[in-house]
């Protein structure tokens, strides 16, 4: 039989009724500062590990918000733990606790 | 038929209106206000509490109003002028009640409309129940009649403002802290519901904004989510199913709602028919356009009417009282000068 070369993409749309929060749960519970990001980047753009690797604080946050735990535990792991994200973050956002506790929820 | 004679009459008896006449009557000028409707307050009646901090909206008409009776001011309710003419520099104004008024100087508080947003179908406004605009929730948060149970509610924010679609270009200024409001409202209203903003962009520009932001996000879990909303319709259990482009994270997005509120923007209200002769430039989003909007802001193109309030465009309740006082010093300084 012919191989046609067809496949199945994965949907690109965010379901946000069909979400996976428990890790946005957990974050929220332990970490309440983080319901103040408003997504302006001046994490990522200091960020050290950002610099070499795949690593947006901002989009972090954000796919947590969504329900995208799959991109948050592919990208923690070229944090360096340098603690600049948060000295940066104009909202006052505990980043350094949030990674704690992704990494606590991930058990990497 | 007498003709009845002021040096000032204003047109609309909302809290521009009010605020003028007292400031008006105050420095002795002889001011008459007309309102079209039963009682005063215009669109603030229609509010049950205000941005930032939750005042009860009645405080303010009422406090506007008090002042009015106690200084005795002349005011015609159920009453709108059909026709202004001038008559050697004065200005003749007829009423729906037949009334003839003479006037030196005539003070347009006509204010605003808002937007209505059943011509944007998509948003299934006045096809599902469970769509209603921001003014309509009011209503029901002051009456306690909004007998939902609901898990999600989402706030859609600029609904006839900043849509070149609807031909509305310009920004109608207090839906932003308005939904802000609204949302924390509902929450305390179903603590256990999500409430949901979807935002092009928050414009919190003036005092306590900002702080009722943070309060909405830390303190009431309010979620932000920024992108325009695309389209409104409902699945098999008549869930409301929302599609949005979630803009910083770069992809479309669904999601179900049980209520959708439509944060309406603010339009020009109709302006009494004048004669020919009498001319008021208007800008391009409908509102008066002011002699000069830095220096002369209640200066229309035709001397001796002047405009207050959201008249000349979308102000905050604040900003519409301040105008108004303004526009009374420029009414006196017409009159002293004539």
Redesign the interface.
């Known amino acids: 039989m012919s191989k046609f070369g067809f496949k199945l993409t994965p949907s690109g749309t965010i379901n946000y009724d069909q979400g996976d929060f428990r890790l946005a749960e957990f974050i929220d519970q332990h970490e309440p500062s983080s319901r103040l990001c408003i997504s302006c980047g001046a994490c990522s753009a200091t960020c050290t590990g950002g610099a070499f690797a795949k690593l947006e604080m901002h989009k972090i946050h954000l796919f947590i918000k969504r329900g995208m735990s799959d991109n948050v535990k592919t990208q923690i792991q070229n944090c360096m733990y340098c603690g600049k994200c948060q000295l940066v973050c104009p909202r006052g956002v505990n980043n350094r606790n949030v990674i704690r506790l992704i990494l606590t929820h991930f058990k990497i | 038929m007498t003709t009845l004679k002021y040096q000032t009459v204003i047109i609309g008896g909302g809290v521009a209106g009010m605020a003028a006449a007292t400031e008006l009557h105050k420095s002795g000028s002889k001011v008459v206000l007309i309102e079209g409707n039963k009682k005063l307050g215009g669109q603030v009646n229609n509010w049950y509490k205000v941005f930032p901090n939750f005042r009860p909206a009645s405080e303010i008409v009422n406090s506007l109003s008090t002042n009015l009776l106690k200084d005795k001011i002349p005011v015609l309710l159920e009453t709108s002028i059909t026709h202004i003419e001038s008559n050697s520099g004065n200005y003749i104004l007829k009423s729906n009640q037949g009334q003839v008024i003479e006037a030196e100087t005539v003070l347009l508080a006509t204010g605003f409309n808002t937007f209505d947003p059943s011509g944007k179908e998509e948003y299934g406004y006045g096809i599902y129940p469970n769509v209603l605009t921001s003014v309509e929730l009011e209503q029901r948060l002051k009456t306690n009649t909004n007998g939902i149970s609901p898990k999600r509610i989402a706030l859609v924010h600029c609904v006839g403002s900043r849509d070149e679609k609807v031909n509305r270009l310009h920004c109608s200024k207090v839906c932003c802290v308005s939904a802000v409001k609204q949302a924390i409202e509902l929450k305390e209203f179903y603590p256990n519901a999500e409430i949901i903003c979807l935002y092009m962009d928050l414009r919190m520009y003036d005092n306590g904004f900002e702080e009722l932001y943070?309060d909405a996000?830390?303190q009431h879990?309010i979620?932000?989510i920024?992108g325009r909303l695309s389209e409104c319709a409902l699945n098999i259990e008549k869930d409301l199913v929302l599609k949005i482009q979630?803009t910083?994270?770069g992809?479309?997005?669904?999601?179900?709602v049980d209520q959708l509120i439509l944060m309406v923007g603010k339009e020009a209200h109709q302006l009494p028919q004048f004669d020919e002769s009498i001319i008021i430039e208007k800008a391009s989003h409908g509102f008066i356009k002011p002699a000069d909007s830095h220096l002369n802001p209640n200066t229309t193109s035709q001397p001796g009417i002047f405009c207050c309030g959201t008249t000349s465009g979308p102000k905050t309740i604040q900003e519409t009282i301040s105008d108004a006082r303004s526009a009374s010093l420029a009414v006196c300084d017409y009159l002293n000068k004539k």
């Open positions: 943070r996000q830390l879990n979620k932000f920024r979630d910083l994270a992809l479309p997005m669904k999601l179900t």
